[in-house]
């Protein structure tokens, strides 16, 4: 799942994106109003974290604005902001919930897959499908032909990133920039490790392989057999 942090504070906003990341979400992060209301308006997203005291445009005009164009994406308050009105307010204006710094990643972590819980449907954005092989979004599992296979975070993202987008032909950099949050550097393997331990749980032992790799271009899944 793909999530949007709006947060100032340079060491919070790393701290929550790394933090977000190795949980296994994408993420994406903007560090004032405008540019966060730039990306919530222009990407879709599964969930909006969002500061008050905001560069630019502050918290409470940037959910105006979603609300306003019709953006129903699960908004997440995360602010030092914490009398009652504030959060009465923050609610009133579409919020979904309200968390006031500072604040445990746990518990953070929890209000976030509860609103993703809350705001998704079944059949169009818990389940991701290809071929015999499903990703439980909510419950972060994932089986083939009825078994459960684990996987780590990491090859969650990786495996989500690729459904998301089967068919298309996913260069390293890509993949890089997506699930490390890194720009590709042509002397790491990093990403074909991971390629080559996923292909492991999830095509091995079946007769129909659905990565594949396009020789100088990247990866690919796709519910044919592998070349």
């Known amino acids: 799942m793909k999530l949007l942090i709006i947060e100032d504070e340079i060491k919070t906003g790393a701290y929550l994106k790394q933090g977000l990341s190795e949980?296994?979400?994408?993420?994406?992060?903007?560090?004032?109003?405008?540019?966060?209301?730039?990306?919530?308006?222009?990407?879709?997203?599964d969930l909006v974290i969002l500061d008050v005291m905001l560069p630019d445009?502050?918290?409470?005009?940037?959910?105006?604005?979603?609300r306003g164009a019709?953006?129903?994406v699960p908004v997440l308050?995360?602010?030092?902001r914490d009398s009652v009105d504030d959060r009465v307010k923050g609610l009133e204006l579409g919020a979904d919930d309200y968390l006031v710094k500072p604040f445990a990643f746990a518990e953070l972590l929890a209000r976030v897959r509860t609103l993703l819980r809350r705001g998704t449907t079944p059949t169009t954005e818990q389940i991701l499908q290809i071929a015999d092989l499903e990703l439980d979004l909510t419950r972060r599992r994932v089986s083939r032909g009825g078994k459960r296979i684990t996987l780590t975070a990491k090859?969650?993202?990786?495996?989500?990133?690729?459904?998301?987008?089967?068919?298309?032909?996913?260069?390293?950099?890509?993949?890089?920039?997506?699930?490390?949050?890194?720009?590709?550097d042509s002397d790491t393997n990093i990403?074909?490790?991971?390629?080559?331990?996923?292909?492991?749980?999830?095509?091995?032992?079946f007769s129909v392989k659905l990565i594949?790799?396009?020789?100088?271009?990247g990866y690919t899944i796709d519910d044919g057999d592998a070349t």
């Not at 445009?57 to 979603?66: A, I, K, N, P, T």
């Not at 308050?77 to 030092?80: I, R, V, W």
């Not at 990403?191 to 091995?204: C, F």
């Open 57 to 66: 445009l502050d918290g409470w005009r940037l959910l105006q604005s979603l």
């Open 23 to 45: 949980a296994g979400f994408i993420v994406d992060l903007a560090q004032n109003g405008l540019d966060g209301q730039h990306l919530a308006m222009t990407e879709d997203y």
């Open 191 to 205: 990403i074909d490790v991971a390629i080559r331990r996923l292909r492991a749980k999830i095509d091995d032992a």
């Open 212 to 217: 594949r790799t396009i020789r100088g271009m």
């Open 77 to 80: 308050f995360l602010t030092a």
């Open 155 to 184: 090859e969650f993202a990786l495996l989500e990133l690729m459904i998301r987008r089967q068919g298309e032909v996913l260069p390293r950099s890509l993949i890089a920039s997506q699930v490390w949050d890194m720009n590709f």
């Open 70 to 72: 019709g953006r129903l």
